[in-house]
């Protein structure tokens, strides 16, 4: 699996997700009326709510000030691993009592933080598997967009050795960011626009541009 460094492109790449293109806004808009629907009958925990997002505001500044150090400040990186593994246990905790935390239990906001929680962590796969069925069933549902399934998903393939199908993660080679190794190459794009992600050469632009600003 890659270190930090990976991950952190990976996860900076998440908050670019949540640009919406014109195609996926019908999809959203279906995803955010079934959300509400299921809102209404049972209020947002603001406890769960507020702890996912401070847990995720605590985690940005960490990462953010990392970057800056190009991922070379072990103690900035210490403290992250310390901060993922804490916000895993205690996640792990609220799925045993109330499943996957989505937008009807917590918002869409805080069920953002909770999914770049696991994605961040280097914590047992069984438990990051765990959480990718339960995102998935969640989509389906239309609890959190079906977008987030295609990162979990090149993370947990990505830590079991094997290609990732989304080209999600990228990595730094002689100067330049690129994929790491996608199964199926020539059929990508088929497979994003399935998840409504943008064509891997639009995300590859916007990664480049956040990363290597010229």
């Known amino acids: 699996m890659p270190g930090g460094a990976a991950r952190l492109l990976g996860c900076a790449a998440m908050s670019l997700l949540q640009r919406p293109s014109p195609r996926s806004k019908g999809a959203a808009a279906r995803r955010a009326g079934v959300s509400k629907t299921r809102a209404r009958s049972a209020p947002v925990n603001r406890d769960l ?14 990462r953010d000030a990392w970057v800056r150090t190009e991922f070379k400040d072990r103690t900035l990186e210490r403290k992250l691993d310390t901060l993922t593994t804490s916000g895993i246990d205690w996640l792990r905790g609220v799925i045993a009592e109330h499943g996957w935390p989505g937008h009807a239990l917590v918002g869409a906001a805080a069920a953002a933080a909770a999914w770049r929680l696991v994605q961040h962590a ?3 796969i069984s ?4 959480c990718l069925t339960l995102l998935r069933d969640a989509a389906k549902r239309g609890d959190v967009p079906i977008e987030q399934v295609a990162y979990l998903t090149d993370v947990v393939r990505m830590r079991e050795g094997k290609k990732q199908l989304y080209g999600t993660k990228f990595r730094k080679v002689k100067g330049q960011l690129v994929p790491y190794p996608i199964e199926r190459p020539d059929t990508v794009d088929v497979r994003r626009e ?6 891997l050469e639009v995300y590859a ?7 290597l600003p010229t």
């Open 205 to 211: 632009r916007r990664i480049r541009r956040h990363f």
């Open 127 to 130: 438990f990051q598997r765990r």
């Open 122 to 124: 280097e914590c047992a």
């Open 194 to 199: 399935q998840l409504n992600l943008p064509p």
């Open 49 to 62: 709510r507020a702890q996912l997002l401070r847990l995720d505001r605590i985690d940005s500044q960490l």
